[in-house]
């Protein structure tokens, strides 16, 4: 076994649907409190290669390690099973849909899995999605449904869901890319509120101006591979490959 | 002779008696069907192929014989092989797995159609896939299904009259019995009808409450 020193530790991740090569030999590392953007246009892989870090889109080659253990490892079923619901608990993800739970209360969403997987007591979990739900700023609505919320609410809502089972890596999947313009920004400030708690975050975003402001590192993505990485000063403002100025340019335009 | 719809009262007992079985046969049944609904959709969809097959063949004999033909199996059939049901139990089951294959079908095309990311949310937070289906994505599923399953339910409530052929005293056999007493068919099936129809009534009754309360969380 090699030694293992990285928090976030992927080694020559590929994936491939069918003849479709998604991510071509990736390998990226993640400190324990970095915070990393992934950037890219549409297409080149960026949610797959998060969704391989807690196996929703198992990898077809590599490995994906977190905290010394490794995710993706190779076990009988039922063991497996057991090894990856538990390597998840430690992982949070929010959706660019949200995927809040419509048939629950903002209350229910958070309170389920701890209740489910920790076994809290409804005293307790009730107590953790007060706290949770108030750190979003929506203790308020904690007894609404999903349909009851704006976007910009129910992505609150789908945070603190996932902050309740006390992960130590948060996956952001474009998490505002679906709200309207105006919703966006109360979305950002829980996810900065995060960041001066120094969680650790992987967020894959098309905002770059966000990602300069809350990153230590971005990356670049295109057709599978990262074609180049570094902090945002540097990135964004003097990238040294020409396919990072092209979409980099591109994006400007987009934005305008 | 006329219509004298005076006798009734004498005999309203009987037919009392009859809407109580009725009712009676017909709630045990929808609640096994329902079960069973879940149950059978969930072996269909996920279940090993040794466990589904035998399930296909449960399926295709409730499906594709007449719900009749069950109920002698059920009743009269399993005594042979030393299983001696009281006539009411073996209506209920006839008629609850009879119809539990109906509603199966519909549960299997709503779990289906349950958004993909909603089993993704679950597993993310760490639930096993069991445990996804069974809080996150077989509620929204049976929610979907209300509707539908309301109207398979009006079904058995019609279809219990069968059960009368193996001698449970529900509403229909009680009309019967009264009229052997008293020659007046056209009242007592009238009457009969009538009890239908309030039994009816209160079921749709039953399902506009709970299509009301889940419309707020959808
Ligand atoms: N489940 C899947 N089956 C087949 N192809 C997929 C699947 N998921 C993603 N892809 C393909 O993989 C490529 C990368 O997708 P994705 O990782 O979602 O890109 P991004 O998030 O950067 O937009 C796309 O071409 C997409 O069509
Ligand atoms: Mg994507």
Redesign the interface.
């Known amino acids: 076994m090699t030694e293992q020193t990285h928090f976030v530790d992927i080694r020559h991740a590929q994936k491939s649907f069918g003849s479709l090569e998604v991510l071509k030999d990736i390998s990226l590392t993640v400190e324990r409190g970095q915070i990393v953007g992934i950037i890219g246009s549409s297409g080149s892989g960026k949610s797959t290669l998060l969704r391989a870090i807690?196996d929703?889109d198992p990898l077809t080659g590599g490995e994906v390690w977190l905290d010394g253990v490794q995710v993706n490892k190779t076990l009988p079923h039922r063991q497996y099973?057991k090894h990856i619901?538990?390597m998840?608990?430690q992982?949070?993800?929010v959706?660019q849909?949200f995927?809040?739970?419509?048939?629950?209360?903002a209350r229910q969403n958070v309170t389920?899995?701890p209740m489910?997987?920790k076994g809290l007591s409804q005293e307790a979990a009730d107590k953790l999605a007060e706290e949770q739900l108030d750190k979003v700023g929506m203790l308020e609505r904690i007894d609404y449904?999903p349909?009851q919320l704006s976007g910009g609410q129910k992505q609150r809502v789908?945070i603190a869901?996932?902050l309740a089972?006390e992960p130590k890596l948060m996956l952001f999947d474009e998490a505002t890319s679906a709200l309207d313009p105006e919703l966006v920004e109360e979305v950002n400030m829980v996810m900065k509120k995060l960041a001066e708690e120094h969680m650790t975050m992987i967020i894959v975003t098309h905002e770059m101006d966000f990602a300069a402001s809350v990153c230590d590192r971005v990356l670049f993505m295109d057709k599978g591979v990262v074609v180049e990485e570094g902090p945002p000063e540097v990135l964004f403002r003097n990238p040294s490959k020409d396919r990072t100025r092209e979409f980099l340019r591109k994006h400007l335009e987009g934005a305008k | 002779m006329g219509l004298d719809f005076s006798i009734i009262p004498d005999y309203l007992d009987i037919i009392l008696l009859g809407v109580a079985w009725t009712v009676g046969i017909t709630l045990a049944a929808a609640a096994l069907s329902f079960a069973g609904g879940v149950v059978f959709a969930v072996i269909a969809l996920y279940a090993p192929w040794v466990i589904r097959q035998p399930f296909r063949l449960i399926e295709f004999v409730f499906m594709g014989t007449p719900l009749l033909l069950q109920l002698f199996l059920i009743y009269f059939g399993l005594v042979q092989i030393g299983i001696d049901l009281p006539a009411f139990v073996a209506g209920i089951i006839g008629l609850g797995l009879h119809f539990a294959v109906y509603n199966s079908e519909l549960i299997q095309t709503s779990i289906l159609a349950v958004d993909r990311g909603q089993m993704e949310a679950a597993r993310t937070l760490g639930l096993s896939r069991g445990q996804a289906l069974r809080k996150v994505v077989i509620p929204q599923a049976v929610r979907a299904v209300v509707p539908p399953i309301g109207n398979n339910m009006i079904a058995l409530l019609k279809d219990s009259a069968l059960v009368s052929v193996i001698g449970v005293s529900e509403l229909t056999l009680s009309a019967q019995r009264a009229i052997g007493k008293t020659y007046r068919p056209f009242e007592f099936y009238i009457l009969a009808a009538a009890f239908y129809y309030v039994i009816n009534l209160c079921m749709e009754w039953v399902q506009r409450k709970i299509e009301r309360r889940i419309s707020i969380s959808r």
């Open positions: 807690n929703l099973e619901n538990a998840r608990q992982v949070g993800m959706f849909h995927n809040l739970f419509p048939h629950m209360t389920m899995a489910m997987l449904y349909s789908a869901r996932a089972m």
